[in-house]
């Protein structure tokens, strides 16, 4: 990008105040290299990975006809500019988003025009942008504003329902793909105590989102089809994207089981609990990811993330999306935490003697399962990643930090090797993301700080009254994406964590996944030339020789390190 935002915005001033209260292509100055530039920048590392806020072609068109608002162009440009390593950015990266952002915001508040009933996609797709922008910064309030408001205005549009013949083919499937991503948004911010979703699942009766170009046979289906049990087929393909919605919805209920139960709790060992229904929604889902993950290359012939399209990677982002959101729903469901906290408020007589211990064990299985797929995926070039991730991160090594103690020496030494491999993730994605600096902060507190936690919950009889108000705040905290989005946060006292407070980690050389797999992991394709894990195990041989460079494309010249997005692909 070659000018600072000072000359962009200052292009802007000459424009006169009614065309600032208009939604078309005059409320904008003629397209320049700054924001062609942010364009290409976003479609080819932020488009459908996994929010697909846009219809490329439809967009790329609205560009050469000069129709995209300011608000929107300022939106792009903010949202770009994480992943440019343009050396104007080096040092002011955040900075530099903010004020893009702030731009952008004015003109939505301040336009006669921007909040009344005029107002179309394009400010839904603006306020979006502008609430990852404040989520990812720490800005919580601001990021729940705009997504209560992008969701509102999208109801308003009556983006909910099927879009009706009036619009064209690509408008339908931007309408469609918005309105979605809107609603994995709104359940990924609300993996929360006390922050429940704005959208219903019984409001949203359009069909599953789809791709620009969707396979041969794809499904057309909704989400209550889809999840319907008298009606569940194996055989459908609703697309990768569309299984991502639908493991959003089982994760948004998950969390609502486990962190926001109503005063009626029940048993969650009961056939027919809540609890078991969503573990029976799960395993259909799982089943239905794994039919339905691409196959992008022969086994004999693997290939690069540069060499493959667009689609190709927009799939892949989906298919390591579905995965996660799948371990990470198993990991809530039986985070020791959690689990206690719910078995404490119900009659523990009739619970099968089994079936904490198995449930426990289940949940350490699935964390590290979470913990390889998404090592695994930034190792092999499937980048960015979304902050999201480092939330699903820190959940599943939470569950790790606790088996740190684990009686059995096997146990605890995989826990050592996988919380050392997230660590370095979280650092890693510090890079990127401020969140993730937050997060790798609240491990390394959380891990030193564990060991009496883990007595208590790991106990066949969980002693949750024992812990102390601090310990539960810890607990609390740590599975809480709200909390975790707080740089304010006060509950972790990062200044009082030394390094001769954390159990002794072993060695391992930089890069390096943990070499063991827990049970119940279903393959999955990368497709490219890396180690990738299947059926029960992964051979305690296989290693991922990725330089740091691989594994964190970030270049240096004296100075801090930076994200080299633009050559990320080409680096591998």
């Known amino acids: 990008m070659e000018r600072p935002i000072s000359r962009f915005v200052a292009s802007t001033k000459t424009i006169p105040d009614t065309a600032h209260q208009s939604n078309g292509p005059s409320a904008s100055p ?4 700054v924001f062609l530039e942010a364009c290409h920048i976003y479609f080819r590392h932020c488009h459908n990975k996994p929010y697909g806020f846009f219809s490329a072609r439809l967009f790329h068109q609205k560009v050469s006809r000069n129709e995209v608002p300011l ?47 005029n107002a179309d996609v394009t400010v839904i797709q603006t ?35 099927e879009p009706d013949s009036s619009f064209s083919d690509l408008e339908r499937d931007e309408r469609r793909n918005l309105f979605w991503s809107l609603y994995l948004l709104d359940r990924f911010v609300c993996c929360a105590f006390a922050r429940p979703p704005v959208l219903n699942d019984s409001d949203c009766r359009l069909n599953l989102p789809t791709y620009s170009e969707p396979e041969a046979g794809f499904t057309v289906t909704s989400l209550h089809e889809m999840l319907d049990e008298g009606t569940r087929d194996i055989s459908i393909r609703p697309g990768m994207f569309g299984i991502s919605i639908g493991l959003s919805s089982v994760l948004g209920r998950t969390v609502k089981c486990m962190m926001n139960e109503g005063p009626r709790a029940e048993a969650p060992w009961q056939p027919h609990s809540q609890y078991s229904a969503i573990y029976a929604d799960l395993e259909y889902l799982k089943e239905l990811a794994v039919k339905n993950g691409p196959v992008l290359a022969a086994p004999d012939q693997p290939r690069s993330p540069k060499t493959m399209p667009d689609p190709d990677r927009e799939q892949i982002a989906h298919m390591v999306l ?56 930034k190792a092999a070039g499937y980048m960015p990643v979304p ?50 600096h937050i997060m790798a902060s609240a491990l390394k507190s959380f891990t030193s700080q564990c060991a ?24 609390r905290s740590v599975v809480d994406y709200w909390e975790m989005m707080d740089p304010r946060k006060p509950v972790f006292d990062r200044t009082s964590v030394k390094p001769s407070d954390f159990p002794a980690l072993p060695v391992l050389s930089p ?36 330089t740091p460079r691989a594994l964190s494309p970030m270049i240096s010249d004296g100075g801090s390190p930076r994200w080299d997005w633009d050559n990320e692909l080409d680096g591998l």
């Open 452 to 475: 009496r936690c883990s007595d208590i919950l790991l106990h066949n009889e969980p002693r949750i009254e024992s812990l102390t108000p601090t310990e539960s705040a810890i607990l």
């Open 30 to 33: 003629k397209p320049d290299k």
């Open 387 to 436: 902050s999201f991730y480092s939330y699903c991160i820190l959940v599943a090594s939470t569950v790790q930090g606790l088996y740190l103690y684990s009686e059995d020496v096997s146990t605890r030494e995989t826990s050592a090797e996988y919380l050392q491999t997230s660590l370095q993730y979280l650092g890693d994605m510090s890079e990127l993301w401020e969140n993730a």
């Open 322 to 377: 579905s995965h996660t959101l799948y371990h990470l729903s198993h990991c809530i469901l039986g985070h020791p935490y959690l689990l206690s906290l719910k078995i404490s408020k119900v009659s523990r007589a009739n619970m099968p003697a089994t079936w904490l211990e198995e449930t426990r064990t289940t949940c350490l299985a699935h964390a590290g399962a979470l913990i390889t797929i998404l090592v695994e995926a």
């Open 127 to 161: 306020l979006a942008l502008l609430a990852l922008i404040d989520a990812t910064a720490g800005r919580r309030r601001g990021a729940w504003v705009k997504i209560g408001m992008a969701v509102r205005i999208s109801q308003d549009l009556q983006m909910m329902l």
């Open 71 to 117: 608000y929107l162009r300022l939106a792009l440009i903010a949202s770009a500019t994480r992943y440019s390593s343009r050396s104007q950015w080096q040092e002011r990266k955040q900075s530099t988003i903010d004020s893009y952002a702030k731009c952008s915001w004015e003109l939505i508040m301040n336009s006669v025009h921007g909040l009344d009933d």
């Open 511 to 546: 890069g390096y996944i943990t070499p063991p797999s827990p049970s119940g992991v279903d393959s999955i394709t990368l497709g490219v030339n890396n180690p990738t894990f299947a059926g029960n195990a992964i051979d305690p041989d296989i290693v991922i020789p990725c």
